[in-house]
């Protein structure tokens, strides 16, 4: 938990020495009431005080000053430590950001998506209200305990009361016991709940994100079924914790007031031997509540904390993990739109066997490269490769003529368009998403992408470019969506634009349009396309067969008739004898 105090920047670091201050002025002022409740009795207490009300009226000022620099320094340290929790939390949040955007996809599986939103919102505001807490309580409490002890002691030594004494060692020793029986069984708790609040993200997530499905095969009774499997889990722990939670203020409240009922019974016994007792009755009494106090809120602190440090620990392992990607030293490509597979392998971490093995192939500069093969032969798999989604466990990748883990990421991105499967957009305007793979994009350029990705229908929208896009694209079509896609990476004018079975949201006729004018508009682009569809591979220049892993045709559309039985079941499925051969 305080391991994230590293992130803090000296003006923090100076503010929180200045918190630290204000706690300690407030510590000091309320420890300086009672002496000032001792001094007014004291002159009670004596036969002449009629004639002193001055020194009466300037104890009672100073009890009044002093009670104002309690509230004082209390709301100055609270909105200080408020003030550097809430900026270093703030700054963690980003770096949490900024780290989950450089994980490759296997880091991204080790966390979990909804593990990963947790603890960028949960565990980030369960931290912050730790640590706020921790900052002025963790100085308050021990600080005013020792005070009352002193003062306490000096006290009873001058009123010959030290069996007084005993009356706050057996309420401190209650405290503990309570407070520790109820911290072992709750804080275990605490890593439970968290892990819960998980569940309940990825099954709220899964539900949202999967609501048409689940509508079509009215399966809403099996989701709430098993959204009220994690909720009742997550319900559970939490009214267990706060059943047992429960238990503290009464109890504390029965301790403190038991004390100050010994204390005044204990007087009441002591006072005929020593009648000075009866003066210093109050100011003992609240001497006493200030070590229980102080001890109690000790207790709350060490419940606590380790709630804190358990989210401390989620924060830090999303932090100190560093992705499998390696940036490269950086270099310049020695050719443009080349690629090479040279006996490459891949295996997903722990897994126990290859999902590509022996890849092999070489694509020149603007030729076209096409994957196809049943479903699960690794197409998305190895086109994953070029872009340094993941890293291939052996063999060589040549991009540009340049090992692919010789660049930064940075630089190998920028030769890449990549289109993924699905067409995935961002909340915005549609020239928003169009220029996100170009930020300085002319207006012509992106009338131009438009024109290529046969995206025309945004004029039909009555904001045009303006229209606005709803999270996720949940306001256009999927072959729209398909299509700004495609807009949004050829504006980006890269070396290499990848096509991870982009076609298929389109019907046939606006496929083939959009390949002819991506083949007029990008002759020196080399394009790699993964389908399903034997109609948009087959005049690709290479093309690839693939079955469970490995390359079992690689040729032209008619070599392959012939020589690849895979490759010919699967363009038999699709067409006839005779629009095979009239193609």
Known sequence: MFKLFKYMNWKEWLLLILTLCFVAGQVWCNISLPQCT?????????????????????????????????????IIAH???????????????????????????????????????????????????????????????????????????????????????????????????????????????????????????????ENLTGLKVVRAYSAEKTQEEKF????????KLSIFVDRVLAIIEPSLSFIMQ??????????GLLAGENPELLLVMSAFTQYSIFIIMSFTSLSV????????????????????????LVDGQGLKPTEKGTISFKNVYFRYPDSDADVLENINF???????????????????????LIPRFYDCSDGVILINGQNVKDYTQNELHEMIGYVPQKGILFS????????????????????????????????????????????????????????????????????????????????????????????ENFKDTTKVIVAQRIGTIMNADIIVVLNEG?????????????TCDVYREIALSQLSKEELENE
């Open 38 to 74: 001792l001094e007014i009795s004291q002159i009670l207490g004596a036969e002449n005080f009629t004639d002193r009300w001055v020194d009466i009226i300037y104890a009672c000022m100073k009890m009044l000053g002093y009670a104002l620099g309690v509230v004082l320094c209390a």
């Open 79 to 205: 909105y200080l430590s408020s003030y550097v929790i809430t900026n270093l939390l703030a700054r963690v949040r980003s770096k949490i950001f900024a780290r989950v955007n450089g994980f490759s996809a296997s880091e991204i599986n080790k966390f979990s998506i909804p593990s990963l939103i947790t603890r960028s919102t949960n565990d980030i505001t369960q931290l912050q209200q730790v640590l706020t807490t921790t900052i002025t309580l963790g100085l308050q409490a021990p600080l005013t305990a020792i005070l009352a002890i002193i003062n306490i002691a000096q006290i009873s030594l001058g009123n010959s009361a030290g069996q007084l004494s005993l009356v706050n060692v057996v309420s401190v020793i209650a405290i503990c016991l309570v407070v520790s029986i109820i911290i072992f069984t709750v804080v275990p708790k605490f890593k439970k709940i968290q892990k819960a609040t998980d569940g309940l993200n990825l099954v709220t997530r």
């Open 228 to 235: 009220e499997n994690v909720n009742s889990r997550y319900a």
């Open 258 to 267: 038991g004390t100050s009922l010994a204390i005044v019974w204990m007087i």
């Open 301 to 324: 602190l060490f419940m606590f904390v380790p709630r804190g440090i358990v989210s401390g620990r989620r924060i830090n392992e999303v932090l100190d993990t560093k992705t499998s």
């Open 362 to 384: 070489d694509v020149k500069q603007g030729q076209t490269i096409a994957f196809i093969g049943s479903t699960g032969s690794g197409k998305s798999t190895l086109i994953n």
């Open 428 to 519: 915005g305007s549609v020239k928003d998403n169009i220029k996100y793979g170009n930020e300085n994009a002319t207006d012509e350029e992106i009338a131009k992408a438009i024109d290529i990705s046969q995206s025309n229908f945004i004029y039909n929208f009555p904001e045009g470019l303006d229209y606005h896009i709803s999270q996720g694209g949940k306001n256009v079509s999927g072959g729209q969506k398909q299509r700004l896609s495609i807009a949004r990476a050829i504006i980006k004018n890269p070396d290499i634009l990848i096509f991870d079975d982009s076609f298929s949201a389109l019907d046939y006729k606006t496929d083939k349009i959009v390949r002819q004018k991506l083949n």
């Open 550 to 562: 490995k390359i079992v045709g690689m040729g032209k559309h008619e070599d392959l008739l012939k």
